[in-house]
């Protein structure tokens, strides 16, 4: 999870986005990685996990939105798919009491995770 973490800090702090290919490989790696190991995960894998999603789905829609054709509809299924594992995530954080306000205020703390690292 770590690794997966670290790599969507990168992509979030870089200055240009990346390919199509890249972007896809990396949805691909963290959906696998979900489905494989989802039943194990702590409760910081939970907040990762739904960090690195909500990040794929936000980008997927966003970039649904610059294309046209074919990339049109692999980004809006991403953005389906990464949506349902928010959803899931996200529930199982509620049910654990947090609540919307501390689900934000955790999320902009982890957005400072890399600065923090890199500093």
Request: hydrophobic content about 30%.
């Amino acid at each position: 999870m770590q690794e997966l973490y670290e790599k969507i800090h990168l992509y979030l702090n870089m200055n240009e986005e990346i390919s199509f290919d890249e972007f896809d490989e990396f949805y691909k790696k963290v959906i696998k990685y979900y489905s494989e190991n989802v039943e194990s995960f702590t409760e910081e894998d939970i907040w990762k996990g739904l960090f690195i999603v909500e990040n794929v789905m936000s980008n997927a829609e966003s970039r649904s939105k610059e294309v046209k054709g074919a990339k049109q509809k692999k980004y809006k299924k991403i953005a389906e798919r990464s949506s349902l594992w928010a959803q899931n995530f996200a529930g199982k954080l509620y049910s654990k009491g947090y609540t919307e306000e501390q689900l934000n205020e955790r999320f902009e703390r982890m957005f400072d995770d890399y600065e923090k690292k890199e500093a």
